[in-house]
């Protein structure tokens, strides 16, 4: 088990690039969530997929955002048109149902995007 | 919809001393209650997590932390600080969302700085 793996850990975007991050959660986990950090702020839940399904989505999620997870594995986070606001660390977290019950999620080491 | 509240958000110690952590929840249901730990540019590590049962529960790195529900309160205690256990620790609440998942609302975070 190696844990939860984002990549990149950082990113340097001009404003109006898209960018796409990667996620490969913890290999037995059915369940990945992304989640955004600002500064000086607590993690804020974006999307939630089960398998390859993407089962909810929070409103922080604009049009310019889009989330895959094929084949239910890794997943990727692409920002369409960067704005300085979408500056922000973004955390990847993947967890395992177990029965009726779920397990605490594990983070990854986040990927850190500033767009200048 | 569910919220968290750390009332803290610098807390300075010596170290040896002891430490206690506040949380405050919002949530209509029997929560799901976890804290976790981060240190600088890193993600997020599990320190504890309260699901039922026993309202006093043990975690990680010597940290506990007591459920009372009727002061909607979860806070975290370790009675001997340690100068690695300098960083940012958050609250969160889990509420269940379509599929099962479990999406995490987080509090704004406690800073936390250790005295030599």
């Known amino acids: 088990d190696t844990g939860v793996s984002q990549d990149p850990r950082h990113k340097i975007t001009k404003r109006g690039q898209n960018v796409t991050f990667r996620c490969d959660p913890i290999?037995?986990?059915?369940?990945l969530y992304w989640y955004r950090q600002t500064l000086g702020q607590g993690p804020e839940f974006l999307t939630y997929f089960q398998n390859e399904a993407q089962l909810e989505k929070s409103r922080l999620l604009s049009d310019r955002f889009s989330a895959e997870r094929p084949k239910g594995s890794f997943s990727t986070l692409e920002i369409q048109r960067t704005e300085q606001g979408d500056s922000a660390m973004y955390l990847c977290?993947?967890?395992?149902?177990?029965?009726?019950?779920?397990?605490?999620?594990?983070f990854g080491q986040g990927t850190r995007l500033t767009v200048v | 919809a569910q919220s968290v509240t750390q009332p803290d958000i610098h807390i300075t110690v010596s170290e040896g001393a002891s430490l206690e952590l506040r949380c405050n929840y919002s949530y209509g249901a029997t929560p799901y209650l976890f804290w976790y730990v981060q240190s600088p540019g890193q993600g997020l590590q599990l320190l504890l997590k309260y699901f039922s049962g026993d309202t006093l529960v043990q975690g990680i790195k010597g940290f506990e932390a007591e459920f009372k529900r009727s002061q909607s309160s979860f806070n975290l205690r370790k009675p001997s600080v340690h100068w690695s256990d300098a960083a940012e620790y958050f609250c969160a609440v889990g509420a269940q969302v379509t599929g099962g998942g479990n999406k995490l609302t987080f509090g704004t975070g406690t800073q936390l700085k250790v005295e030599l």
């Open positions: 290999s037995e986990h059915n369940r």
């Open positions: 977290a993947s967890s395992l149902r177990q029965g009726a019950r779920y397990t605490e999620a594990f």
